[in-house]
Each structure stands twice: as C-alpha cells, then as structure tokens.
C-alpha cells in the first residue's frame, strides 16, 4: 500500500492474560471455540443470526417482516416490528422475581442515596411519562433533558422513550450557547433539567443556563421547562413556562402503557462534537439499539443476577445511554449510578462505593484511571474491593501501564478486563473481549463482537498486512449502527460512508480512527487519525508514543502531537504530566526522550517535552490533541473550546506551566 496511508506501528506488546479457568467454567461464554462458532454463524448469515437472538431477547408487540433492509449507506433493522424499550426495560420484569430487585442504585455526592426498584422505577417512569403528555408531549416530538446524574435522568429517559419523543440529552457541563444549538437544531418541545447537581463538593447550578439558552425566546419550540429540585438552589422560575416535577409528580397517574413503536422510529438524538463546525446529531432508532445493547452487555460483562454494575459514564454521553440505562435494565440487572466524580474531600470516593455496594462489575475510562494511578495505590488498598469480577474500560487507546496498573491494584490480578472500542455512532461495542473467553493483551480491545465485520485497510479500501496500521472500517451494517445526522443525510454520507470510496456497491464504515491488527487478529486501536504525525515521512499514532512515555515511573499522563519542523515535516512534542513525587528538571526531560527512544526507537525521539499540571480534555476524558497541536507550533488555538471540561488548562499551557 501507499506510504502516505499507512500508519507505522512501533510499540509491540507481547503480555498475554487467558481468563482463569475458574472465570471462564462459570461464564456464559467459555471458551474461544464457542466465540468463534459464534462470530462464524454471524459472519455466515447475519440477517438469521440477528433474527434468533431478536425473537430471543426482546419482547415484542408485533413481529418485522424483513430483518433488514439495506440501502447503502442507510440500515433497517426488524422493519414492521414493533416494541418499545422502556416496556423490554422496565414491564417485562415486573412479572418476574425481579419485580422487587434493584433496578437503580444511586449515590449521591454528598453521601445521600436511592435505591428504585424495578416497580418503582416502572412507577416514577409512568408519572413522568402522564407528566410530558400534559405538557403537550407527542409521539414523535423531542424532548430535551439538561441533567445532573440523579435517578430522574435515567427515569426521563425511559419516560420519553415509553411515549415515543425521541429524547436529545445534553451533557450538564455545557454552556448554555451549547445547549441552544443543540436544542434549536432538535426543535425540542420540552426541556427537564434540575436546580443543579452536586460535582466535586460543589453544588453546580444547571437552570440558569436552560433560562439563558431560552433567552428573548431563542428556542422558539420549547415549551416548557420541567425542574426536578435536587440542591434546592434558588431558581428564577417563567411562570406558565416552568414546572416543578415534585409539584406534578403527584397529581398525575403510575399507569402509562408503553406505546407501540416501530423498530426504526427515533429512540434518540445525541449530539457528538464534529471536529468543525456544527455539533453532528447522532440518530438512532428503536429495534435494533434495543437488541445490540441488550446483547453487548450481556455477553461482555457476562451479567449474572447477583452482580451489581457500576459504570462511572455520564448518562449525558453515549456510554450512560447504552450501559447505564438501556443495556443493563434490559437485562434487568442491577445498574449503580454515582452523581459526580472523584471528590477533592475524598479521593477514595470510587472505592468507598465499590465496598459500599458490593460492586462486581466495574467500567471507566482511561482518563479515570490514569488519575487514580496518580493519586496513589495506598487509596484502592484501603478498601475491600474483592467482589470485584470485571473490569471495562472505554472511551481512549488504553496505554499498556494504565492497564496492568487497572489489573493489578484494582483488580487483584483476578479480574479480567474488557476494554470495549466503540463510539456514538455506532451505539454499542464493536471490539471487545468476551471475559471467559478472549485471552486478553494491554492495550489491545481484541476482536470484533460476534455479528461486527471489522477490518483494517488502507486509503482505498484494501485489507492492509498483519501489523500494519490502516484504517479501522466496519464492512457489514450492525443493528444499533447510527441511522443519519439529524435532518443531514449528506453529511452522514459523506462523514462515515465515503471517506473510502465505496467500490462495486460495497460500503465501508469509516469510524475516523487508525488501528492495526497483529497475527493473532487482536485489533489495536491507535488513535484518531486526524492526530496521526508524519515524522521523517513515518506516519506514527499518538497513543504509542504515549504509551511509551506512560511506562516511565515518572509519567502520570502523556500527550504527543506533530510540530512542524523544516526538516523532518513534522517532529515529536510531548505534554507530560509527572507522578505526584517527581518534579520537572532537564534531567527528566533528557531521560523521557531516552526512554522513548528505548523502548520504540529514535524515529519517536520527542524533539520536546512540556511538562504540565493538565491536559485539555473534553468533558467526556479524552485529550484535545488539535489545541496542543496550535500551542506546540506556537499558534493561536483555533477551533471550538465549548466542549472543554476546565477551560483554565489552557491559559496555564500557555504560560508554559
Ligand atoms: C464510547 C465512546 C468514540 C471514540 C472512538 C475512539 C475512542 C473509545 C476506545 C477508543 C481506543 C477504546 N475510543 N473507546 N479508543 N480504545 N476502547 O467513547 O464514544 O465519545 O463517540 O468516542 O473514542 O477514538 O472513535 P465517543
């Protein structure tokens, strides 16, 4: 293949952890020949496979009549099938012992808590549900939640969701600029939001900034505002405009029948910052979502009843949709929501809650736990962490050292780690381990989910070798793919559909990142491409060469990006952000780049090293390489910062700190 489209790859990993015996003999998936047969009879017939486990899964109200209908680049799943998720959520279990099981345990940040059972989440979904139909809410309209994580985010959902008004959550961290134009571009007919939440000991307020967004009527579909009291902040309230869920709540029925949906009606709208310009709004629709992320987090966390499942996502990002809300309660298990995030009071916080409940399976980002490396392994070792069984990972490449660090400390060596790649998009995991069976290695997020046809291929669309970086694709549509861009065929044609021009009539999806696999099949994920440096004409993937610079005992956190250099097109910079005992010194600089060059090779040789207190990152953890990229040529950083989780990172880069 071309040079210009292959992207080297230079750090091998060679550790290999198989699941323990006793792990896999109790797993649902037990072995590599039963993932195999699986992926086989996937990739053999898919609309059969997809049917089996749909009529399996799933209760619906009326049978598809076609699996799938496929119309490059546009997917129909179960079409004429009807369902509705929050009944497959909520109402089938309510006939079963599950009727009384925790659906939902919250944590809330300054040690209060709840706990719905599944008939009292159904119970609380039903009022909200009466609630948006007599605020003038119809099948079909958008609501939009602005929330803090408290139960009633989840219960909006579902509440939405049993009315048929796709719902559009937008995270409470952004601006009220953000939230109009996400409102505007859904036509939003109501808005739920709180007073506030609670985040990092402080009492964050979230009405001000729906009442600013709504400003001199600058959402003109918007209706009504449903506030859910939760810090008990002082609130400017619009009278005929504005609700309080507790004074509602009330006066409204328990009983709201699930409404028929069809398979391919809009479940939701989630937004997902395009690089430029305009937020994408993400679609995606009923069946096949339901079916995808019911069976992913079956198989992937191997879910059995007496776990009880702790994902740290917000439910404002495609994670809290699928594996805090609608995955596990399909399944009826046992979903922990925490409302913040690690607090300055308590670090430890995350492994009160993880002894506190008996948490089993536990899922974070690599930004998480690069933090928690920082913050010390005395913290995790203070606690009684052993009803710990797996552990997942997503949302980054995870670096090799973060995730031995994950394995060892958090879970004792014995848990096995999923580290699950995939995206808004795509609505569910794509390349994931299968606990009791996938011999997992750091780094890698292993093989395709049975049903997912991933490859690796260069600017063309040819399969590249063994090793070789390309393009991560998707070959063949999966249910719970995304459906379009909100009211923008075109730009999710072009976007995902014609990045590698479709030949003969076979699409690829392009997911934006680069990868390579080895000679066992395991993908590895190696960044977005649009961060790929080009030194000396060597296309290197950032997560490598930070993965490098991670292994040093010094390295809390690693960033690298391309800084022109008349010679080399492009050189190596490194923001690094050092370990609680090591302080910045030249010395440090000079064996940094020593060490990458040991352990990748002098083509990886960081031309400078920054050190820093932070890195930019959006609000979902992951770093903004484009800022670090102006800053390190000395440019002005260009591009839009909204999506920024503490915009001060930034000025202090400057400064050089
Ligand atoms: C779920 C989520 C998607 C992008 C994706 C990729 C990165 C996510 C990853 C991973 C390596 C993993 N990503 N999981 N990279 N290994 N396990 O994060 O969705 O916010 O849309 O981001 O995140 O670059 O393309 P989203």
Not at 258 to 281: H, N, Q, R, V
Request: negative net charge; proline residues 6%.
């Amino acid at each position: 293949m071309a040079q210009s489209s292959s992207i080297e790859s230079v750090l091998q990993e060679q550790r290999v952890f198989p699941p323990s015996a006793e792990f896999a003999q109790q797993a649902r998936i037990s072995s590599m020949a039963a993932y195999q047969a699986l992926y086989d009879k996937a990739a053999a017939d898919p609309a059969a496979f997809w049917a089996e486990l749909a009529e399996q899964e799933l209760d619906w109200f009326k049978k598809w009549d076609t699996v799938l209908d496929w119309q490059p680049p546009f997917a129909k799943w179960f079409v004429g099938g009807q369902l509705n998720i929050s009944y497959n959520c909520l109402d089938r279990h309510l006939t079963t012992w599950r009727r009384n099981k925790a659906a939902l345990i919250w944590e809330g940040e300054p040690g209060d808590s709840r706990t719905l059972t599944y008939a009292q989440l159904h119970r609380e979904v039903c009022q909200m549900a009466n609630v948006l139909k007599s605020l003038g809410v119809q099948k079909g309209d958008r609501v939009g939640l602005y929330m803090p994580m408290i139960p009633e985010a989840a219960i909006a959902m579902l509440a939405c969701a049993r009315i048929g008004a796709p719902h559009t959550v937008i995270f409470g961290g952004f601006s009220a600029e953000a939230l109009r134009d996400r409102l505007n571009d859904a036509e939003a007919k109501v808005v739920i939001t709180a007073d506030g939440g609670f985040r990092k000991d402080k009492a964050v307020a979230l009405k001000p900034a729906v009442d600013q967004a709504l400003e001199d009527d600058s959402v003109p579909s918007v209706q009504h505002v449903l506030v859910v009291k939760r810090t008990g902040a002082e609130v400017d309230w619009s009278e005929g405009r504005d609700v309080w869920w507790h004074e509602v709540q009330p006066t409204v029925s328990a009983n709201c029948p699930a409404e028929p949906m069809d398979s391919e009606d809009m479940l939701f709208i989630l937004y997902t910052s395009g690089t430029t310009g305009k937020p994408k709004g993400v679609v995606h629709t009923t069946g096949g979502y339901n079916l995808y992320t019911h069976l992913t987090f079956k198989w992937t966390f191997d879910i059995q009843d007496t776990d009880v499942y702790w994902c740290t996502a917000d439910v404002g990002w495609i994670t809290g949709h699928s594996y805090i809300v609608y995955g596990p309660l399909s399944n009826g298990a046992t979903s922990l929501m925490y409302e913040g995030a690690p607090r300055p009071s308590n670090p430890g916080c995350f492994w009160d809650v993880v002894e506190k409940y008996g948490v089993s399976l536990f899922y974070t980002a690599p930004t998480a736990i690069r933090a928690f490396i920082k913050m010390g392994d005395q913290l995790p070792q203070a606690r009684d962490l052993s009803s710990l069984r797996i552990l997942g990972t997503v949302g980054e490449p995870i670096n090799p050292e973060a995730w031995m660090w994950y394995h060892r400390v958090i879970g004792g060596g014995r848990c096995p780690i999923v580290d699950t790649w995939w995206q808004t998009e795509t609505g569910g995991f794509m390349l994931t381990p299968l606990p009791g069976a996938t011999p997992t290695k750091p780094g890698s997020a292993t093989k395709p989910f049975p049903g997912i046809q991933a490859d690796i291929v260069d600017s063309e669309g040819n399969p590249v070798g063994d090793n070789e970086g390309g393009y991560l694709v998707v070959r063949h549509p999966w249910p719970s793919m995304m459906r379009t861009v909100y009211g923008d065929d075109d730009r999710f044609r072009r976007t995902y559909w014609e990045h590698i021009p479709p030949k003969d009539g076979q699409y690829l999806y392009f997911a934006g990142d680069g990868a390579r696999k080895d000679k066992d099949g395991y993908f590895w994920v190696m960044g977005r491409t649009d961060d790929v440096l080009n030194v000396s004409g060597h296309r290197l993937g950032t997560m490598e060469i930070e993965s490098a610079l991670v292994s040093h005992p010094a390295v809390a956190e690693a960033a690298v990006v391309g800084r022109k250099d008349e010679v080399k097109g492009e050189d190596v910079y490194a923001f690094v952000t050092l370990e609680g005992t090591y302080s910045p010194s030249d010395d440090l600089k000079a064996e940094l780049k020593q060490h990458v060059v040991n352990e990748i090779g002098a083509i990886a040789r960081p031309g400078e090293i920054q050190f820093t207190d932070a890195l930019p990152k959006t609000r979902s953890g992951k770093i903004i390489r484009r800022f670090l990229r102006n800053l390190a040529s000395g440019e002005a950083v260009v591009g839009d910062a909204t999506t920024m989780e503490d915009q001060s990172v930034l000025e202090k880069l400057r400064q050089g700190a």
